[in-house]
Nanobody
Framework: VQLQASGGGLVQAGGSLRLSCAASGRALRNIYAVGWFRQAPGKEREFVAAITRTGTGGRTYYGDFVRGRFTISRDNAKSTVWLQMNSLKPEDTAVYYC????????????????WGQGTQVTVSS
């Protein structure tokens, strides 16, 4: 499956962005868990959020730093996963990546074998 992330941009602190992860080649069917990760300059890639396969309830999981600000959701019919980000902070500035894997989800980025190209999110203070 090929993934295309989009929706990044420049926003002021406290603002919102909605990132999209669109799949092509092979639809995001019920076999894939999807995660969002981010990487800031000089830092390791960090888990942001994940959503399980619809067949396992489409449960959602978030990194500790999210604290209710972000929401991940999916639409298998549209082969798209979204990450709604609210109350953005300057420390949220990073390149955001979506990734997919068959089977169960994980917070470990090396566990995902399908990656999008990343979209830049910049939050100004």
């Amino acid at each position: 499956v090929q993934l295309q992330a989009s929706g990044g941009g420049l926003v002021q602190a406290g603002g919102s962005l909605r990132l999209s992860c669109a799949a092509s080649g092979r639809a995001l069917r019920n076999i894939y868990a999807v995660g969002w990760f981010r990487q800031a300059p000089g830092k390791e890639r960090e888990f942001v959020a994940a959503i399980t396969r619809t067949g396992t309830g489409g449960r959602t999981y978030y990194g500790d730093f999210v604290r209710g600000r972000f929401t991940i959701s999916r639409d298998n019919a549209k082969s798209t996963v979204w990450l709604q980000m609210n109350s953005l902070k300057p420390e949220d500035t990073a390149v955001y990546y979506c990734a997919a894997k068959k089977g169960g989800w994980t917070t470990t980025w090396t566990g995902y074998d399908n990656w999008g190209q990343g979209t830049q999110v910049t939050v100004s203070s």
